[in-house]
C-alpha cells in the first residue's frame, strides 16, 4: 500500500530540512530569509510575501499544481496522479503505479493563519528541523520535519510561501536508487519551482 507522505498540523510528515544546495551539506539560511529587519517581516526572523498568489482557483483542482510535462519531468515515464481531500486542505499526489517511489504529494492548506510564519513558530517542537532554503522569485521555501529522513529515506517536505497567511506543501521522496545519492530538498524545490509557474499562469 503507497503511504501518503504528507501531513500537517498534529501528525507532521516525518521528513527532514535541507538548506541550500552546499558543497558539504551544511544547512545555510539565504541572506533573503535573514536579512530584513523584524518590522519588515510577519513574524520574527520569518520571511516576508510581497505579492500574493490567489490559491482559490487551484484549491478547487489541485491535481492541476502539475502539468503531465512537468510531472514526467520530475518522475519519469507513467506518472499519474491521484487527488484527495483531506483534514486539513486539498491535495494531490503523482506516483508511478509500478512503483512505491518516487512521489509527490503537494498539498494546499485551508488552516487558519497557515503561512511560513506557522512552521518557524514549530521549531524546536512538532518541527525539531525546520531550516530556510533559496526562495523562487521572491517567495520563501522552508525545509521542515520532524526528522531528517533525507540521506536515509530520501524524503523532504517544503513549504512555499504564497502570501503570509499560506503556503503550499510539497513532500517528495526520491527512487530508491537515488536515496543517499541526491539532496531530496533539491528536487523538492525543482517540484515547487514547477508548481509556482503553474499557479501563477493559471491565475
Do not use: H
Not at 510577519?42 to 490559491?55: E, Q, R, S, Y
Not at 510564519?117 to 520535519?145: M, S, V
Not at 530520501?154 to 503570509?164: F, I, P, W, Y
Amino acid at each position: 500500500m503507497r503511504r501518503t507522505v504528507l501531513v500537517i498540523g498534529a501528525a507532521v510528515f516525518a521528513l527532514g530540512a535541507c538548506s541550500s544546495p552546499t558543497t558539504n551539506g551544511t544547512p545555510t539560511p539565504t541572506s533573503s530569509a535573514t536579512s530584513s529587519s523584524s518590522s519588515q517581516l510577519p513574524g520574527d526572523g520569518v520571511p516576508k510575501v510581497k505579492d500574493a498568489i490567489d490559491l482559490s482557483r487551484i484549491k478547487q483542482a489541485p491535481c492541476n499544481a502539475l502539468t503531465d510535462t512537468q510531472a514526467k519531468d520530475l518522475l519519469g515515464q507513467g506518472v499519474e496522479s491521484k487527488g484527495r481531500e483531506g483534514q486539513t486542505g486539498p491535495a494531490c499526489m503523482w506516483s508511478i503505479p509500478s512503483t512505491v517511489r518516487p512521489q509527490i504529494d503537494v498539498l494546499f492548506s485551508n488552516l487558519p493563519d497557515s503561512g511560513t510564519a506557522r512552521f518557524y513558530a514549530a521549531k524546536g517542537k512538532d518541527y525539531k528541523l525546520l531550516e530556510p532554503i533559496e526562495p523562487i522569485d521572491g517567495y520563501p521555501l522552508t525545509a521542515y520535519g520532524s526528522e531528517d529522513q533525507r540521506a536515509s529515506k530520501g524524503r523532504c517536505a517544503v513549504a512555499l510561501g504564497t502570501s503570509d497567511t499560506e503556503t503550499i506543501s510539497i513532500a517528495l521522496e526520491q527512487s530508491d536508487a537515488n536515496i543517499g545519492k541526491k539532496d531530496p530538498c533539491d528536487a523538492a524545490r525543482e517540484a515547487a519551482i514547477r508548481v509556482l509557474a503553474t499557479i501563477r499562469g493559471s491565475n
